[in-house]
């Protein structure tokens, strides 16, 4: 099962579609290393958009020219997508966005569930000041709005509240081995996301599992933890198959 473009076909000189979306729009000039992590950013996310088809050839010229910029941070930009498994090598040279199978999603949520649940126990046992504050203010800042979030803005808040329990460990490692993971599991929620009930479930999760951090409860903490993970998987499974 994938979600693969059925209309995508490689070839070299295919230009990029110009999407209405704001992911392969132009970028303003800045310094190169922020220029380098723009341009993956906006890449990572037309493929979650799918502004950019699967299995068709990019082409470094044509990326550069439509963001605007040099071919440089284009480069490197496809070299970590590659290693994030959002891109892969074609056989002939050059690289396509890669289909999204079931079998990804269920090993980036094994992943997920082994490496958060230790996260969340080691937060709601430590409690450390400033990391749950930093979750409180999470919550604080988008309670009440999460219904009026489009689907590109309800995936920052859910990579935002687990991020902020990443972050809350004080062991970085956490953040490093989970970012490149959640850009596979992305592809899939930005379609499970525009349906408005599911995005509420999430958010309540979500609370529930703060409000097990603050009471100082590790192992109800890590059981709402791995039941929301259980869910996500579950929802975006079926997304991935009414898109085969």
């Not at 070839?11 to 993956?40: H, Q, W, Y």
């Not at 799918?50 to 605007?68: F, I, K, M, Y």
């Not at 480069?75 to 959002?86: D, N």
Request: avoid cysteine; hydrophobic fraction near 45%.
């Amino acid at each position: 099962m994938s979600l693969r473009n059925p209309e995508a076909t490689p070839g070299f000189g295919m230009s990029l579609p110009r999407a209405g979306g704001p992911a392969m729009a132009e970028i303003p000039a800045r310094d190169s290393t922020t220029l380098a992590r723009t341009v993956r950013d906006r890449l990572r996310l037309a493929v979650a958009r799918d502004e950019l088809p699967t299995g068709v050839r990019l082409s470094q010229e044509q990326v550069a020219n439509q963001l605007g910029v040099s071919r440089m941070p284009v480069r490197a930009a496809i070299s970590e997508l590659v290693t994030e498994g959002l891109l892969e090598k074609l056989p002939g040279g050059g690289v396509a966005v890669r289909p999204l199978y079931l079998k990804d999603l269920q090993d980036v949520y094994e992943i997920r569930q082994a490496l958060e649940s230790q996260a969340v126990r080691h937060v709601a046992t430590h409690r450390p000041m400033e990391g749950v504050e930093q979750i409180r203010r999470v919550l604080e800042k988008h309670r009440g709005k999460v219904s009026g979030y489009d689907a590109e803005q309800l995936l920052e808040v859910d990579r935002e509240f687990h991020m902020s329990i990443l972050t809350a460990t004080g062991n970085s490692q956490f953040r490093k081995v989970v970012i490149p993971v959640w850009s596979v599991v992305e592809r899939a929620m930005f379609r499970m996301l525009n349906m408005p009930s599911v995005a509420a479930i999430a958010w309540d999760e979500h609370e529930m599992i703060a409000a097990a951090i603050f009471d100082g409860d590790p192992d109800l903490a890590e059981s709402r933890l791995r039941q929301h993970l259980e869910n996500g998987a579950a929802q975006l499974a079926k997304v991935i198959s009414l898109s085969d």
